[in-house]
């Protein structure tokens, strides 16, 4: 007797924190809501996981800021395990033996500063206090379906002229800057406020996160902004580790969304999108099951969505050239080291609160700019930026006691790599290449390695289904942002497939741990589904 075939209202292809998201709202509206997630573990890239014994590991995304507080309130997920802890010191080691570190403290961060100019000292609490304002200006836009600029229908040309309203009530002043940071490199931006090479250097890098960008190519101030908007428990400009790991905040959302009567499967990849007359009706796993629904919706990036679970004989050709035009250009990849102790830093030695937030290895921005002219003719860099975390520090839950973990995001690490290399042959070599970095720091790392991970772009698009290895599902370019986000005319979370939408950080507002895209597209379906009855 043949299996009967299950329906849904809704899939959701890929359990990451979007998907998840997403899968909670349609849930607590009272649809019949199932997660398929490929993997044996949710999150997708927000994922907690104990790659060796005794030793858990943040093995992608690393830190929790731009987790909207909606989200938060509204699945009431501390409830569901999710507690943040703040970080509260920014270091960088240097190459001479001085350092530098900014901290949650404004005294603190003043001397340290002054050390160095006390001009930069004096002004960094003003230019805080301007990113906020333009933050301000901004975060409501993270918090809203992208208008349709060529729209006639009144809601979104109200929503167009609510946006022009508030760039003219930001004054003269926040109106000039919110112009440079949509235009300038996240240098020649922060070059306007500080003269201290370290400091520019350092602040400059969140403007390259998931861009395949240096810090001098225009455009990358913007990107600076959006990494800007941290906030934890209402503080602006926060950033924190999840108790357990960055995996906790999707197991949170996951428990929250099966609370409200969603169904969650692992182990089950999707092959197929079903689509027939240009509308979905459900997927087929990799194993043949069939799994009917009314609605199917995509936690995958654009390029995996369209392009191979999708028939593209379904899709205008039109939109198929703009989907491969939507740049996803992978640019980073992942050491985590088990460690037996903490390195010290020759720069400031001992275990102290320095060490208790983020390790930025960007000394200089030519630095910054040799490591990205490698990636340019596609070799990884030879001393790349490093973004070091040691959470086990300040959460001893991930580590066995007096054990360490380590976790180093990379940058520059180009997906395509020149001469006829291959990232299989080259993923050792470019282990080394990290740890090698961090010796330059930390002279003693080495000797404390128990075990290490390394992951290329190529491992992050094999494990987690990041095409190219982007872990924003496709640069944050200014041509990809808001209502072209992640193609013209298509960037309300629905598709040219009837049915079928997007739900993750391929579509507005973008990536990191947001959660925003899987919000405002269930908000977006159930408005569908209520203008359908």
């Given at each position: 007797?043949?299996?009967?075939?299950?329906?849904?209202?809704?899939?959701?292809?890929?359990?990451?924190?979007?998907?998840?998201?997403?899968?909670?709202?349609?849930?607590?509206?009272?649809?019949?809501?199932?997660?398929?997630?490929?993997?044996?573990?949710?999150?997708?890239?927000?994922?907690?996981?104990?790659?060796?014994?005794?030793?858990?590991?943040?093995?992608?995304?690393?830190?929790?800021?731009?987790?909207?507080?909606?989200?938060?309130?509204?699945?009431?997920?501390?409830?569901?395990?999710?507690?943040?802890?703040?970080?509260?010191?920014?270091?960088?080691?240097?190459?001479?033996?001085?350092?530098?570190?900014?901290?949650?403290?404004?005294?603190?961060?003043?001397?340290?500063?002054?050390?160095?100019?006390?001009?930069?000292?004096?002004f960094y609490p003003q230019f805080g206090k301007r990113m906020t304002r333009l933050c301000q200006f901004v975060r409501p836009i993270l918090d809203m379906v992208a208008p349709r600029p060529t729209s006639l229908r009144p809601s979104e040309l109200l929503e167009l002229l609510g946006l022009g309203?508030?760039?003219?009530?930001?004054?003269?002043?926040?109106?000039?800057?919110?112009?440079?940071?949509?235009?300038?490199?996240?240098?020649?931006?922060?070059?306007?406020?500080?003269?201290?090479?370290?400091?520019?250097?350092?602040?400059?890098?969140?403007?390259?996160?998931?861009?395949?960008?240096?810090?001098?190519?225009?455009?990358?101030?913007?990107?600076?902004?959006?990494?800007?908007?941290?906030?934890?428990?209402?503080?602006?400009?926060?950033?924190?580790?999840?108790?357990?790991?960055?995996?906790?905040?999707?197991?949170?959302?996951?428990?929250?969304?099966?609370?409200?009567?969603?169904?969650?499967?692992?182990?089950?990849?999707?092959?197929?999108?079903?689509?027939?007359?240009?509308?979905?009706?459900?997927?087929?796993?990799?194993g043949g099951e069939e799994i009917q629904a009314g609605t199917v919706i995509s936690g995958c990036d654009p390029h995996r969505t369209f392009l191979k679970l999708c028939d593209q004989k379904e899709l205008d050709e039109g939109f198929v050239e703009s989907v491969q035009r939507y740049r996803m250009r992978g640019s980073s990849g992942k050491v985590n080291l088990a460690l037996d102790a903490v390195p010290e830093f020759t720069a400031r030695p001992g275990v102290g609160p320095h060490l208790m937030g983020d390790i930025a290895v960007a000394p200089s921005v030519?630095?910054?700019?040799?490591?990205?002219?490698?990636?340019?003719?596609?070799?990884?860099?030879?001393?790349?930026?490093?973004?070091?975390?040691?959470?086990?520090?300040?959460?001893?839950?991930?580590?066995?006691?007096?054990?360490?973990?380590?976790?180093?995001?990379?940058?520059?690490?180009?997906?395509?790599?020149?001469?006829?290399?291959?990232?299989?042959?080259?993923?050792?070599?470019?282990?080394?290449?990290v740890i090698d970095t961090i010796e330059e720091y930390a002279p003693s790392i080495r000797k404390h390695i128990l075990h290490k991970q390394v992951l290329t772009p190529l491992d992050l698009e094999r494990q987690f289904g990041l095409t190219e290895g982007n872990i924003f599902h496709g640069e944050l370019s200014l041509s990809q942002l808001f209502f072209l986000r992640p193609v013209p005319g298509w960037a309300q979370y629905s598709t040219p497939i009837k049915s079928l939408y997007l739900c993750a950080s391929g579509t507005h507002p973008g990536g990191g741990v947001m959660g925003a895209p899987g919000r405002l597209a269930a908000r977006k379906i159930i408005a569908d589904w209520q203008r359908e009855l």
């Open positions: 007797m043949a299996n009967k075939v299950q329906r849904y209202d809704a899939v959701i292809v890929g359990g990451g924190h979007n998907g998840l998201t997403c899968a909670a709202y349609l849930a607590k509206a009272g649809r019949r809501v199932l997660v398929l997630e490929k993997r044996h573990v949710l999150g997708g890239a927000a994922v907690s996981e104990e790659v060796f014994p005794g030793f858990t590991f943040s093995v992608c995304s690393y830190v929790v800021s731009l987790l909207r507080p909606e989200i938060i309130h509204e699945l009431d997920l501390p409830r569901h395990g999710l507690e943040i802890i703040p970080l509260d010191a920014s270091f960088t080691p240097l190459p001479n033996g001085d350092s530098i570190c900014r901290w949650g403290d404004k005294e603190k961060t003043y001397k340290e500063l002054a050390r160095f100019s006390k001009r930069d000292a004096e309203k508030r760039f003219a009530d930001l004054g003269e002043d926040d109106a000039f800057w919110k112009s440079k940071l949509m235009t300038m490199s996240a240098v020649d931006y922060l070059r306007n406020f500080f003269e201290t090479e370290p400091l520019v250097a350092t602040m400059a890098v969140s403007g390259i996160i998931g861009t395949f960008l240096g810090v001098r190519s225009p455009g990358t101030a913007y990107v600076l902004l959006h990494h800007y908007m941290g906030e934890i428990d209402g503080a602006m400009r926060s950033w924190g580790f999840a108790r357990g790991g960055t995996g906790m905040v999707s197991l949170s959302i996951a428990r929250a969304a099966e609370e409200a009567g969603a169904e969650i499967r692992t182990e089950a990849g999707v092959a197929e999108i079903l689509i027939r007359d240009g509308e979905a009706y459900g997927v087929v796993l990799e030519d630095y910054l700019e040799q490591a990205y002219d490698e990636a340019k003719y596609g070799h990884y860099s030879k001393r790349p930026y490093l973004n070091i975390v040691l959470p086990s520090l300040v959460d001893p839950s991930v580590a066995p006691p007096g054990k360490h973990v380590l976790s180093a995001f990379v940058q520059y690490a180009p997906y395509q790599l020149a001469d006829g290399l291959d990232w299989d042959s080259e993923r050792d070599a470019f282990g080394e290449t």
